[in-house]
């Protein structure tokens, strides 16, 4: 059994910047591919980035080169670092691990002046 907690929402002003923390119980983290994914009111949950258990990284056109994901295995623990905020992306993002069905229950980010 995972379980994931997701941290780091709130409500921003355009343009602003979050780090949004994941933090997974258990051992085996590490093994596993992990995403961030988002669901915007009315809208069905979308993929914003992915991180494989060895590093690398996959993201959403629609969030390249504002968005950062990343992994501390040692902590159990993966970061959306996300920059240059928008309206368009407030949403609840939800971490998840790749290939089972565990997500976290997600937290809010609201960008509004």
């Known amino acids: 059994q995972v379980q994931l907690v997701e941290s780091g929402g709130g409500l921003v002003q355009p343009g602003g910047s979050l780090r949004l923390s994941c933090a997974a119980s258990g051992s085996i983290f590490s093994i596993y591919a992990m995403g961030w994914y988002r669901q915007a009111p009315g809208n069905e949950r979308e993929l914003v980035a992915t991180?494989?258990?060895?590093?690398?990284?996959n993201y959403a056109d629609s969030v390249k080169g504002r968005f950062t994901i990343s992994r501390d295995n040692a902590k159990n623990t993966m970061y959306l670092q996300i920059n240059s905020l928008k309206p368009e992306d407030t949403a609840v993002y939800y971490c998840h691990t790749i290939g089972t069905n565990y997500w976290g229950k997600g937290t809010l980010v609201t960008v509004s002046s």
């Open positions: 991180i494989t258990k060895d590093g690398r990284t």
